[in-house]
């Protein structure tokens, strides 16, 4: 009803202004959720947009639209659900709900709670998400193992809102890198055969790679052990890529990440379909030739310079397929393009950007986050790590560590866009320090009244009540700390809405940890369950609100892939 409430009410204030011709069809009427619950259950700010056209204060304006608003409601019937409507300066217009109203959160919480959470903001748009997209030269590292996290609560989240999500994983299997990863790897072959070689200056020097020698060794014997011809370095080429690819794609699952597709550039980025893409930014004037290269002219589309495409030795550089790949991506029906990249790639965006508006497609259809590293500290001291040597702590060692899902929650505790410190030692103490274990353990708090109510209804403790939910009246929540619950509860659909708008999962995990915290203060100050027949009915509205706030933390934090445990 909270939802559909707004709805009206944004409804009547668009009819109040077009009746008293107060503003045109191009001022957008927001109501807004504050986050201080003494500002009102909702909040308008449209008196402080209408102040410069009508050229009057907006306390005034404000006034002037809470009067016709409340005249209104009466019309609309609402009138028994809104408690109080007032106006705070600069000009908002603060509307409180009423108990009525408050109570009706927790019946549709109650009865379907995902269809709570739901809006349909995208409307049916397709959306593909591409993350994590790793090189195949080595096993996930912790950059990587956050970009996983973000991308996969953000798929969720968006579909909540509405969106028909796919998820993709870019698999560049081609170029000098996996040519140095199959180099590398014969050299550690021709090592265990007792072959004297020298190890390439870019190769790569993790232990994983003596791992797959070893394997190799055991499979072929000697086969390779002369041949140094472009085909023995293809066949470890391939062989490395595949193996290492083949164990991302396990630790990806058991992190619980799981994509719809898995896109090969070696397979799939032909070269007729780089010509095709070439050739029609090409035909519409945006290809140009100068000192023998083949370039593109991003600056037409707010790039800072042109942009190399094909080198003058005839190699393409990383934009062209890039540019190919994309495309591809919009002919396969998608209306929006999501990609996840880390930060060494933020200097990337404006010549990507360039190139799918040069393709015909809005700027605004490509979003690209740059997601910042995470650091891993342990007993407050950093964990030195160097990717170049191979030492590195990769997804699977942290998983094994401290858990799937402190890893998961940990990673979404800080905004995409900025640094995240990961405290080891933190995230494994089964204590309330824990962000992670303090939210799980209100689940499994209320999960143990759930079952302690069910056995008090089979011994017939409860009056003779057999379904506890069913029989709670919730009038008898008259506790502030209760309506305090309820307005947080109210709070989660908007949640998942702003984190879908501004592309960012963070403000779910805080969301969380602060229901979680509501819930304890409340169970620490009331007891949800007392004895006697005089208490039966507050027990069972008690039972009742808990039961929603154990149902909104076990969606919430099923959306961000980690686990609502009954006990521990």
């Given at each position: 009803m909270p939802e559909q409430l707004k709805d009206l009410i944004v409804k009547a204030v668009k009819e109040i202004l077009s009746e008293n011709k107060l503003a045109s069809n191009d001022i957008l009427i927001e109501i807004e959720t504050p986050k201080d619950t003494k500002f009102g259950d909702f909040s308008i700010n449209a008196a402080m947009k209408l102040a410069r056209v009508l050229k009057k204060p907006p306390v005034e304006i404000a006034e002037l639209i809470k009067g016709l608003l409340l005249a209104k409601f009466r019309d609309l019937e609402i009138t028994g659900l809104i408690k109080k409507v007032e106006v705070k300066r600069p000009g908002f217009i603060n509307i409180f709900l009423s108990d009525v109203a408050l109570y009706d959160v927790l019946i549709a919480i109650s009865k379907d709670t995902e269809g709570f959470a739901r809006n349909n903001q995208g409307e049916g748009k397709k959306v593909l998400i591409e993350f994590v997209s790793a090189n195949p030269t080595g096993p996930l590292s912790i950059a990587h193992a956050r970009q996983a996290a973000?991308?996969?609560?953000?798929?969720?989240?968006?579909?909540?809102?509405?969106?028909?999500?796919?998820?993709?994983?870019?698999?560049?299997?081609?170029?000098?890198?996996?040519?140095?990863l199959g180099l590398s790897l014969q050299a550690r072959y021709m090592e265990i055969l007792g072959k004297t070689v020298e190890f390439p200056e870019d190769g790569?020097?993790?232990?994983?790679?003596?791992?797959?020698?070893?394997?190799?060794?055991?499979?072929?014997?000697?086969?390779?052990?002369?041949?140094?011809?472009?085909?023995?370095?293809e066949f470890f080429s391939d062989?490395?890529?595949?193996?290492?690819?083949?164990?991302?794609?396990?630790?990806?699952?058991?992190?619980?990440?799981?994509?719809?597709?898995?896109y090969s550039q070696k397979k799939q980025i032909t070269p007729n379909r780089i010509s095709t893409a070439l050739s029609e930014l090409k035909s519409k004037g945006y290809?140009?030739?100068?000192?023998g290269a083949t370039w593109f002219k991003s600056t037409q589309f707010n790039d800072d310079k042109d942009r190399v495409i094909i080198k003058s030795d005839g190699l393409?550089?990383?934009?062209?397929?890039?540019?190919?790949?994309?495309?591809?991506?919009?002919?396969?029906?998608?209306?929006?393009?999501?990609?996840?990249?880390?930060?060494?790639?933020?200097?990337?965006?404006?010549?990507?950007?360039?190139?799918?508006?040069?393709?015909?497609?809005?700027?605004?259809?490509?979003?690209?986050?740059?997601?910042?590293?995470?650091?891993?500290?342990?007993?407050?001291?950093?964990?030195?790590?160097?990717?170049?040597?191979?030492?590195y702590i990769t997804l699977g060692e942290l998983m094994q560590e401290v858990g799937k899902d402190a890893a998961r929650f940990f990673f979404l505790m800080r905004r995409c866009d900025s640094q995240l410190e990961f405290d080891l030692e933190l995230a494994k103490k089964h204590s309330l320090e824990n962000p992670v274990y303090y939210t799980q353990y209100a689940h499994a708090r209320i999960s143990g009244i759930r079952k302690l109510f069910k056995e008090l209804a089979g011994k017939?403790?409860?009056?003779?009540?057999?379904?506890?939910?069913?029989?709670?009246?919730l009038c008898d929540?008259?506790?502030?700390?209760?309506?305090?619950?309820?307005?947080?509860?109210?709070?989660?659909?908007?949640?998942?809405?702003?984190?879908?708008?501004?592309?960012?999962?963070?403000?779910?995990?805080?969301?969380?940890?602060?229901?979680?915290?509501?819930?304890?203060?409340f169970y620490n100050k009331y007891r949800i369950y007392s004895e006697g027949k005089e208490n039966i009915e507050q027990s069972l509205a008690r039972f009742f609100l808990i039961d929603c706030v154990g149902r909104v933390i076990a969606l919430g934090l099923k959306i961000m892939g980690v686990e609502a445990p009954q006990e521990m």
């Open positions: 973000v991308g996969d609560s953000l798929a969720n989240i968006l579909e909540f809102s509405g969106f028909d999500v796919s998820r993709e994983y870019y698999i560049n299997d081609e170029g000098n890198q996996i040519k140095n790569y020097k993790g232990e994983y790679l003596c791992e797959l020698a070893e394997k190799l060794e055991q499979l072929l014997g000697e086969k390779y052990a002369n041949d140094e011809s472009e085909q023995a370095v062989y490395a890529a595949g193996q290492i690819l083949d164990h991302i794609k396990e630790e990806l699952k058991v992190f619980g990440v799981n994509f719809e597709s898995w290809i140009f030739e100068k000192d393409m550089t990383y934009l062209t397929p890039d540019i190919a790949y994309h495309r591809m991506k919009f002919e396969r029906g998608f209306d929006k393009l999501i990609n996840i990249w880390g930060p060494d790639h933020h200097g990337y965006i404006p010549r990507l950007k360039a190139a799918v508006c040069a393709l015909g497609y809005s700027p605004d259809d490509l979003s690209i986050l740059i997601i910042q590293l995470a650091t891993l500290s342990r007993g407050g001291k950093p964990v030195v790590m160097s990717t170049r040597a191979g030492e017939g403790e409860l009056g003779g009540i057999k379904e506890p939910l069913d029989a709670a009246r929540l008259v506790e502030d700390e209760s309506f305090l619950l309820i307005k947080k509860l109210n709070c989660f659909p908007d949640i998942l809405k702003n984190c879908a708008e501004c592309l960012d999962p963070q403000a779910l995990s805080t969301y969380l940890r602060d229901l979680a915290g509501d819930f304890h203060a």
